[in-house]
């Protein structure tokens, strides 16, 4: 496959494809929720390289890195996952479920200010599942028609993660919805 303006291996696509191994290590060690949100962020720095700033990070989206970043996802919720079993166990701490905007910036408006009042917060995953989605739409099959909202979740996520990273405060639920069937 050509890579995009003609970019040598070794700038584009070599990194990733020495972290797939890596990767699927992280998804078969993620039998928990919180598990798979860790290994979904460390994944999704490994892609993208989050430890750039932001426009280094835009700079280096490409084709392959949107491919690998939905292959990942789809790993790590199969179609066979059973959602119930991630959930949390009842017990006295008060956990929240948001299912209301998913913009990172209404999130830190409205999400974040109850982390004073609950003790876990499950958001519904905003990154579309490959596993879910038909074909001619399918990130993995068409991941330039991608680029765009892919931006747009990793950013999220970039917001995202020193939230979840924290003890049970947030956990993303991957969303069990089928896009245009």
């Known amino acids: 496959m050509p890579l995009r303006l003609a970019k040598k291996y070794k700038h584009c696509c070599m990194s990733l494809d020495e972290g797939r191994e890596r990767r699927r290590d992280w998804i078969r060690a993620s039998p928990s929720l919180k598990k798979r949100n860790l290994a979904l962020i460390a994944a999704t720095s490994d892609i ?15 084709d392959s890195r949107i491919r690998g970043f939905y ?53 519904v995953n905003p990154f579309d599942n490959q596993n879910l989605v038909a074909d001619q739409f ?4 068409h991941p330039e028609e991608w680029r765009v909202q892919t931006l ?7 917001i995202l993660a020193p939230w979840v990273k924290l003890k049970n405060l947030f956990n993303l639920l991957q969303s069990q919805r089928r896009s245009c069937p």
């Open 152 to 158: 747009r979740l990793v950013y999220h996520l970039r």
């Open 48 to 62: 993208f390289s989050l430890n750039q700033p932001w426009d280094a990070v835009k700079a280096k989206m490409s």
């Open 138 to 141: 399918n990130p993995v099959a």
């Open 71 to 123: 292959s990942f996802i789809a790993g790590l919720w199969r179609t066979d996952t059973d959602y119930l079993s991630l959930l949390p166990k009842p017990d006295s701490s008060l956990c929240a479920l948001y299912l209301g905007e998913n913009d990172p910036e209404m999130m830190l408006q409205n999400v974040f200010p109850f982390s004073l009042y609950a003790d876990e917060i499950i958001l």
